[in-house]
């Protein structure tokens, strides 16, 4: 059940693969709440696709998904770090500044490809850093800390990354199941 899964995560400590399958667990839940529980008008055919058929296919593809992250995760980083986090918010820097400070340091330290921080997401006011736990660390301490308020994120993988995957990744987290083969429905199938 989600409990044991729940109870198992937190006994077992942060996993890439779990924490994928119960996210999307977590999101099919908040719109089965919002739309059932909560009363909202259910999507029409004409305003959006639904693809009820492929929810199992979901948490699947999220299990795919955390399994690689976590083999990755095994090859980038082999080192017991006592932080599990491989990301960190960082409010009021640009992209352009973080890049140089990630390339400076990089360059400083002589930081392997596979263990080079990265920017893993960009907002308006701020950009997320990702690296491996103790490379991070040492980033966030020597390059980011002193003229910003870094905040470690509870990303447990290498997310983002598009240096350390390639096509055959994304396709086996892609394959498609036999369940859906010949499936036809009355909404155009997506």
């Not at 083969?181 to 909404?187: A, F, H, K, N």
């Amino acid at each position: 059940s989600i409990v044991d899964l729940l109870s198992r995560s937190r006994e077992s400590g942060p996993s890439p693969v779990l924490e994928s399958a119960l996210t999307c667990i977590y999101q099919l839940g908040c719109f089965i709440h919002f739309y059932g529980d909560l009363g909202h008008d259910y999507p029409t055919p004409s305003n959006s696709h639904l693809v009820g058929l492929c929810t199992v296919e979901s948490v699947v593809i999220a299990l795919r998904l955390g399994i690689c992250v976590f083999r990755v995760r095994e090859l980038v980083d082999s080192a017991d770090s006592e932080s599990t986090c491989w990301s960190a918010l960082v409010s009021g820097i640009s992209e352009a500044e973080a890049s140089h400070l990630i390339d400076e340091y990089s360059s400083k330290k002589a930081t392997p490809p596979s263990s080079k921080p990265y920017i893993s997401a960009v907002s308006s006011n701020g950009v997320t850093v990702s690296a491996p736990p103790t490379v991070l660390d040492e980033f966030v301490e020597t390059c980011i800390s002193k003229n910003y308020k870094p905040v470690k994120a509870p990303i447990h993988g290498p997310y983002h990354a598009p240096h350390l995957y390639d096509d055959k990744d994304i396709d086996r987290i892609l394959q498609q199941s036999s369940a859906l083969e010949g499936l036809t429905g009355c909404s155009p199938v997506i």
